[in-house]
């Protein structure tokens, strides 16, 4: 122990003595190109080569002091501090010096506040064969390549087209409108019918529950109904099966439907929530911002809630709000995509 201080410590001498060494020999060679340029100069006369020499030689010895002075640094990040100091000492003589000089004088002058970032050393990851199995791999993206892949067989592209049924729509509706266009017949018609299929069941549903509706009898019954009215033609929205005009009819019935359940039950939150959702996606955050509190007052979920508050303030440029909005999400459960949405806002 005793014998690596003291060579750690000779080590450390010797550095000191060479950057010093380096140091007194910049300063001589920049004094010897430079004073011959000054005014009142009295001395022998020097040619440019030999300016230029003694210059290139400040320049070296300058860049290599600096790149000496810095203890604990990698070969790189030194080699880059001498290409930037050599270069920065040869075309701004004497400024160049004092320049890098400030630059490298600066954090042991004003030293931080001190906190390292807490890190460790980590093993480099191996493949185990045998915990190959129990890996799950996500439905999605893997019936995406079977997709995808036009030299496959097709058997095998059409029965990854029949999977594709049991994923929620809003998932699959941009891949099943990019297969629209497949070579396939097959894959092209199971595009075409599995969201119209969707689209059919759930335009029943509204017709059922629209005659349900206009025989009802009570107060009670008919905000139930014109909630349930509500949520289907938000259905039509999240899975992506009404566009352009059908999509802005869609959004208008949700809002009209929403508002009728609320002038019957004004402590509905769902439909406070989906008449803050309408109001987003027609860009009006600040009477989202409204309707999504009142739902919030009302006791609507908030990991459903609390991410389209947040939506809401970063569409007004409220940046600073959105942190604490989804604080409260931290600690729960949430899906990879909001996870990563959480910690970066609240970090």
């Not at 070969?75 to 630059?103: D, K, N, T």
């Not at 906190?115 to 064969?129: K, N, T």
């Not at 939150?269 to 027609?282: E, H, I, K, N």
Request: proline content about 5%; aromatic content about 8%; overall charge positive.
């Amino acid at each position: 122990m005793g014998w690596s201080t003291l060579f750690c410590g000779a080590g450390a001498m010797i550095r000191l003595l060479i950057t010093l060494l380096l140091a007194a020999l910049a300063v001589f060679a920049q004094f010897e190109a430079a004073a011959p340029l000054l005014p009142g100069w009295r001395g022998t006369s020097v040619s440019w080569p030999v300016l230029l020499g003694w210059q290139a030689l400040a320049a070296f010895a300058a860049a290599l002091c600096f790149a000496c002075c810095m203890p604990g640094k990698s070969r790189r990040y030194r080699r880059e501090v001498f290409v930037h100091a050599f270069c920065l000492s040869l075309f701004l003589p004497v400024a160049g010096q004092i320049l890098f000089l400030c630059m490298v004088l600066a954090p042991a002058i004003f030293p931080g506040d001190g906190r390292g970032a807490e890190s460790q050393a980590l093993e480099a990851p191996r493949f185990i064969p045998s915990l190959a199995s129990h890996v799950s791999y996500g439905t999605g993206a893997r019936l995406r390549v079977r997709l995808n892949n036009r030299s496959a067989l097709d058997d095998d592209r059409v029965g990854a087209m029949v999977a594709m049924r049991s994923l929620p729509l809003n998932v699959t509706g941009g891949m099943l409108h990019d297969l629209l266009s497949d070579p396939l017949e097959e894959i092209r018609l199971l595009a075409y019918g599995i969201p119209n299929a969707a689209e059919n069941l759930i335009m029943q549903r509204i017709l059922a529950v629209s005659r349900r509706r206009d025989m009802a009898a009570t107060d009670g019954e008919k905000s139930l109904l014109s909630s349930e009215l509500a949520e289907l033609h938000w259905e039509l929205i999240h899975q992506n099966l009404a566009q352009g005009e059908l999509r802005r009819h869609a959004l208008e019935r949700v809002e009209r439907y929403a508002r009728s359940a609320l002038a019957l039950d004004e402590n509905n939150a769902a439909m406070w929530y989906l008449l803050g959702r309408c109001a987003l996606l027609d860009g009006r955050p600040q009477q989202a911002e409204v309707f999504l509190e009142h739902a919030q007052v009302r006791r609507f979920p908030a990991q459903r809630l609390l991410p389209w508050l947040a939506e809401a303030a970063f569409m007004q440029r409220e940046y600073s709000r959105i942190g604490p909005i989804i604080e409260p999400l931290r600690d729960g459960i949430l899906p990879p995509a909001l996870q990563a949405s959480v910690r970066y806002w609240t970090t």
